[in-house]
């Protein structure tokens, strides 16, 4: 069925009851109504019918007052029959008023406006109460609240109680959100409809979500397995430095990534807003997740992060490789990345991996692109490649079939000024003792993510040391 919007499809005694004794109004699902409702103009427009046609409703004083088509009152000692009859009614608030004309309590109609598919559970929040000092999930029961029905919203929701109505006034808070699995984050709140109080009206909120292709592990995965549950999102009160390049920069929101790839970091964020809990791993604030605002989101295969009101969010410990699609927000709200970084990976040969005693250095082929001085490979002026910590790129082999190691393309200037943002020639060597031989190969590398070069090192059979 579809919301009533025609009167002559509520029948008195059926789908709408009034009670002159007790003065209420009633809505009740069946026959032509169903759980869709009927908007408020329309229960007005047959309220109307019968008191004209009703020669006993026409002996009470009328219900209703209407303001405009989306705005009426509740008069003459009327109300509305259950918080069932509430839950029907569309497209339009009220507020209940006494003999005085003063509100006993205030119901806006929220309205979603954009696609939210059907059976997706949108929620509110009516009032912050947030309290760092205690750090009790219980202290936030109750101010998150789902909407009576899935799918795109429009219903009444209460804004305002007197000390008899439950002794309340939200009218200047309300925050929409939709958090699906696999879909992107619906979030729409007063100040993003040019709001600062809200009164007894529809109100049209902007909420819509769309699949999300980034999201692909279940939530049992991501909230019990590995690389997930090393991760953690920590609020501190003062702020964190980071460098970034050669700039700090200050954040107070810190997601540990737990050396896993931006898809997974993103992942496990997302999995955190949806939960009804504290997600602070720290311990200092009570941060329920399904509250809190979006800290990341993906632009195509570029991770970001956000600037929420405790302040910006930092991303350590994620894959070297991923360096060039970050970007993160400072409590400022400046968007920042680092400095393109170039990835090189090294791949050893069984006699590298096998021999305990291996290890391997990069050098610069030459310094051509730079002074130009003959501090090439094969010197004693040869120089070691320096990673985007401005640590050498030498260690040993340890046992691993790959390393991964970051060099800072656009600001090395090891070879010289000249030298920044051009492609580096390279000499990679290996040595090991029980196992490996020496061995050497060259590479380049270039402004990309894909710079490899392979050290297979032939067995060695000669070494000896008794």
């Given at each position: 069925m579809a919301i009533i919007t025609d009167p002559d499809f509520l029948i008195d005694g059926q789908e709408i009851v009034i009670s002159t004794s007790n003065k209420t109004v009633q809505l009740v699902i069946g026959g032509n109504l169903s759980s869709d409702g009927a908007t408020i103009k329309c229960v007005y427009s047959k309220l109307k019918e019968l008191w004209k046609n009703s020669a006993t409703y026409i002996k009470f004083p009328f219900p209703m007052g209407p303001i405009t088509d989306e705005q009426f009152e509740m008069i003459n000692g009327w109300d509305w029959a259950d918080d069932t009859t509430r839950y029907l009614l569309r497209t339009g608030g009220w507020a209940v008023k006494d003999s005085s004309g003063i509100s006993l309590e205030e119901w806006a109609c929220i309205v979603s406006l954009g696609v939210i598919a059907a059976g997706d559970q949108a929620y509110y929040v009516q009032t912050d109460s947030e309290n760092p000092s205690a750090l009790d999930p219980s202290y936030e029961v109750g101010l998150i609240q789902d909407f009576e029905l899935t799918g795109p919203v429009n219903q009444a929701v209460k804004i305002y109680g007197d000390v008899t109505h439950g002794n309340f006034d939200y009218r200047d808070y309300f925050k929409i959100y939709c958090r699906i699995y696999q879909k992107t984050y619906a979030f729409s709140q007063l100040s993003e409809i040019g709001v600062s109080e809200m009164t007894y009206q529809a109100y049209r909120f902007p909420l819509a979500n769309a699949s999300d292709v980034k999201i692909t592990h279940d939530d049992t995965v991501v909230g019990n397995d590995a690389p997930y549950s090393g991760m953690s999102i920590t609020w501190y009160s003062t702020p964190q430095e980071r460098v970034i390049g050669s700039t700090s920069y200050y954040f107070n929101i810190i997601v540990d990534g737990n050396n896993a790839t931006a898809e997974q970091i993103f992942e496990f964020v997302q999995y955190k807003l949806r939960q009804d809990a504290d997600i602070d791993d720290g311990g200092g604030f009570l941060q329920i997740g399904k509250k809190v605002r979006s800290l990341l989101r993906m632009v195509g295969d570029t991770l970001y992060t956000s600037r929420i009101a405790e302040g910006g969010v930092f991303i350590d410990n994620y894959q070297d490789v991923d360096v060039n699609r970050l970007v993160f927000t400072d409590n400022s709200g400046v968007e920042v990345s680092f400095p393109y970084s170039a990835v090189l990976t090294l791949s050893f040969g069984d006699n590298l991996i096998n021999d305990t005693n291996a290890k391997y250095w990069v050098y610069f082929t030459n310094d051509d692109a730079g002074d130009n001085t003959g501090r090439d490979y094969g010197t004693s002026t040869a120089i070691?490649?320096?990673?985007?910590?401005?640590?050498?790129?030498?260690?040993?082999?340890?046992?691993?079939?790959?390393?991964?190691?970051?060099?800072?393309?656009?600001?090395?200037?090891?070879?010289?000024?000249?030298?920044?943002?051009?492609?580096?020639?390279?000499?990679?060597?290996?040595?090991?003792?029980?196992?490996?031989?020496?061995?050497?190969?060259?590479?380049?590398?270039?402004?990309?993510?894909?710079?490899?070069?392979?050290?297979?090192?032939p067995l060695e059979r000669n070494y000896q040391n008794n």
């Open positions: 070691l490649v320096k990673d985007n910590d401005g640590v050498d790129m030498t260690d040993d082999v340890s046992a691993r079939s790959s390393v991964q190691l970051t060099y800072a393309y656009d600001s090395n200037v090891q070879r010289g000024n000249s030298s920044a943002a051009e492609d580096a020639p390279i000499t990679c060597v290996a040595i090991g003792l029980d196992t490996g031989q020496f061995v050497k190969a060259t590479g380049i590398i270039a402004r990309s993510t894909s710079n490899s070069v392979s050290l297979v090192a």
